[in-house]
């Protein structure tokens, strides 16, 4: 009896010991993560993860109609104190979808979404391809963020069909990664985005947009894949993010409402293509105070780019602290593109109140590139504190300036004659806070499982 009681005993504790190992091994299954992110308005009251609706993360299975399926049971609960969408860890192939008010979508650090190769899935009728992957129109209070998580719109077979001409858009890719037009209050921070087939954010007649610390990389002879496309916004924030790009790092557009009060700062980029900041050159309408401060850029077109020929109006622009190396133009500037020659324009453009301060360039080709229009010249231009190292090979004109007007100081090398005129020790940068500046982001947090 003795012997039975101890083999009892025995396998009790044996039996014990297998539960508590399933137990740790349950539990490490089901293990949840808490993770604090940044809001806008206010954090939310409801959140879901793609699982709770039967999303796959296999990197293979289309997770279309999940996205879709989980914003629409969502969107009830928005106006009940918003709503979010975690993407777990995985890899979530998706073709295109639209967000909500009231909405965070947050990527986990391990998480990707990638954009289908399903060329069905993109097709809105036979003829027109979705604009972008992550879509949103009308909008306010709109999220989108993550533990550095990623968006991959895997775009090298849509830039082979286009440079092959065998895609349906002739002039350039046929998605965006992010679109947002109309939407007010709109924060976009801490997410890498990857192989962009067109532009990679493109907010439109939106305001009170912040878009930062991101990572945005796409091969830089992709075409169109701008970084950042700012277009007809209004007070917007753009700040500590990375940009290589087939495209300009950021550009700026307006149409038919202005493009003003916009922040671009610290910014790095890379894009031997194009520009490390645009203006132009779709500008029908308004360009207004525009201000960029600590740059750095390596092996770019141009340093910034400013054009129109549209009949646009940009005007107090503000630029300081660029570090520069290797780039062909450190200042382009022309207010003849887009009139195809046409000697009697019916409305000009004017570029006025443009201020650079305090750059250092090297390896530069050509130091700038200034063209204005008889009748409408290029004016208010001001340069200061400029040193430029030139390339082994280099333009012999430096300095090309038609129909301009302004002054310099300290420039090295000596400008053109137009801007000989000696300006203020340092060109002017605006000390009043703009409204985007002041506003004060939420911490918020959730649990996701892992």
Known sequence: ??????????LFLLLASIGVVECKRHRHLFHSELVEFQGLVDCRKHTATLKDFGGIGDGKTSNTQV????????????????????????KWVTGPFSLISHFTLYIHKQAVILGSQDESEWLLSKKRFSSSLIFGSNLTDVVITGGNGKIDGQGEMWWDKFRNKNSSSSSRPPYNLIEMIHTNHLLISN????????????????????IQSLTIIAPTDAPNTDGIQSDSCTDVLIQDNYIVSGGDCVSVKS???????????KLTCISPTSSVIGLGSEISGLVHDVRAEDIIAFDTKSAVRIQTGFGGYVKDIFVRRMSLHKTNYVFLMTGNSGFNNDPKPKKFPSIRGISFADVLADNVSMVA?????????????C????????????????????NVEGVTRNVNPKPCRPLASKGPIICPFPNEALSIEGVQLKMCSVKVKT
């Open 67 to 90: 996205f879709k399926a989980a914003i629409a049971n969502l969107s009830l609960l928005a106006a009940d104190g918003g709503a979010q969408l975690v993407i777990p860890p995985g």
């Open 191 to 210: 997410l890498t985005f990857l192989n962009s087939p067109s532009l990679n954010l493109h907010p439109l007649y939106s305001s009170n947009v912040i």
């Open 369 to 381: 590139d200034f063209h204005g229009l008889k009748g409408d010249t290029l004016s208010g231009i």
């Open 383 to 402: 340069i200061s504190d400029v040193n430029i190292v030139l390339a082994n090979k280099y333009k012999k004109v430096q300095w090309n300036c038609s």
């Open 255 to 265: 149409g038919w409402l202005p493009s003003e009060h916009i922040i671009i700062r």
């Open 1 to 10: 009896m003795k012997s039975k009681h101890l083999i009892a005993i025995f």
